[in-house]
């Protein structure tokens, strides 16, 4: 995930071409791009499920104060 924000940073912080120059010498060196043959097997890829927890408590657990 954090690979992911800072590509998103960078990308909102450079000038467009210099980016895609970026992200071009990036799958190169990943060996992703389309002349290199590598299977979409060897390609890693983010997971199917993500286990979150929860940030706020449920409010059943707290009651309301009623006493004035």
Partial sequence: VGD???LHLLG???NM???NEVLDELCRR???GSSSGASP???PS???T???SP???EIEKYSKDTEI
Avoid: T
């Fill in 46 to 48: 983010a997971p199917s």
């Fill in 17 to 19: 071409m210099v980016f």
């Fill in 30 to 32: 990943l060996h992703v």
């Fill in 50 to 52: 993500l286990e979150m």
């Fill in 4 to 6: 992911f924000l800072l």
């Fill in 12 to 14: 909102q912080n450079m």
């Fill in 41 to 43: 097997a060897s390609v």
């Fill in 55 to 57: 940030i706020y408590p």
